[in-house]
C-alpha cells in the first residue's frame, strides 16, 4: 500500500494529515498541539492503547467514556464530548481514497466526528486502510465490528464466532449505524487525520 497516495487523497479531501512512523511520535505531537483546553474522546482502541487520555489529562480538561465505570456513566460523559472544543476519535477503516468509516451501536463517536467541534482530530494507523471505499466499509463490518463486540463481551454472533457480520438482531448489537466521511464537514473548522504507520485497533 502506497501511504503517499493515501495522504494525497486525504488532502484533496480536504483535511489536514499529519503522518508519524510511530504511536509514540504521533502521541508527543498531540500532547504538544492541544494544551489548556476541554477535550472529548470517541471510544477507541487506538487511542487507548497511545495513553492519550493519560498524556492530555494531566494538562487539558478531557471526557473520556472509557473511563466510566457503567453504561449510566458512559452516556453522560460521552454526552459531554459533543460539546467540547476538541474532538479526537479513530476510524473502523479508511480507503485508500481518502474516505473515512465508523460503524456505531451508541452513535457518540459518529455524531462528535461530525458537528459542533472546533478542531477534529482522525488517530489511525494505517492497518485499516483499504484500496477501495467498497473494502473499506467491507472491514468496517466484518474485521471491526467483530473484534470490538469481543472487547466488550457481548453476546453476538460476530463475537461469539470471531469472523464476519451476521447482521444480527442481538440486543447487543454495535453495527446500528454506518458512517461514511466523503469530504470534511464544512462546518468543523480543522479536521486532522494524524495517520501512523503501525498496526493500532482494530
Known amino acids: 500500500m502506497d501511504i503517499q497516495i493515501t495522504i494525497d487523497a486525504l488532502k484533496k ?3 489536514s494529515v499529519s503522518f508519524f512512523q ?3 511520535e504521533a502521541a508527543d505531537y498531540l500532547d504538544r498541539q492541544i494544551d489548556g483546553k476541554v477535550v472529548g474522546f470517541g471510544d477507541s482502541a487506538t ?3 497511545m495513553k492519550l487520555y493519560e498524556r492530555l489529562s494531566a494538562h487539558n480538561e478531557v471526557h473520556d467514556p472509557n473511563q466510566s465505570k457503567d453504561n449510566d456513566e458512559f452516556l453522560e460523559i460521552a454526552q459531554k464530548c459533543l460539546t467540547t472544543e476538541i474532538y479526537l476519535t479513530s ?3 479508511m480507503s485508500q481514497e481518502g474516505h473515512l468509516v465508523n460503524i456505531d451501536g451508541t452513535g457518540n463517536r459518529i455524531a462528535g466526528s461530525l458537528f459542533g467541534h472546533k478542531k477534529v482530530y482522525f488517530v489511525v494507523g494505517t492497518n485499516k486502510i483499504e484500496p477501495t471505499l467498497e473494502r473499506a466499509v467491507w472491514r468496517t463490518r466484518n474485521i471491526a465490528a467483530p473484534k470490538n463486540a469481543k ?3 457481548l453476546k453476538t ?3 461469539i464466532k470471531g469472523d464476519k457480520c451476521y447482521d444480527c438482531a442481538s440486543p447487543d448489537r454495535i453495527c446500528n449505524a454506518l ?3 466523503l469530504k470534511k464537514m464544512n462546518d468543523v473548522e480543522d479536521v486532522e487525520v494524524i495517520l501512523i504507520d503501525q498496526e493500532l485497533g482494530f
Do not use: L
Open 91 to 93: 476510524v473502523n477503516a
Open 179 to 181: 458512517t461514511i466521511h
Open 22 to 24: 510511530t504511536g509514540e
Open 151 to 153: 472487547r466488550y463481551n
Open 157 to 159: 454472533p460476530c463475537a
Open 13 to 15: 479531501n480536504r483535511y
Open 47 to 49: 487511542m487507548s492503547s
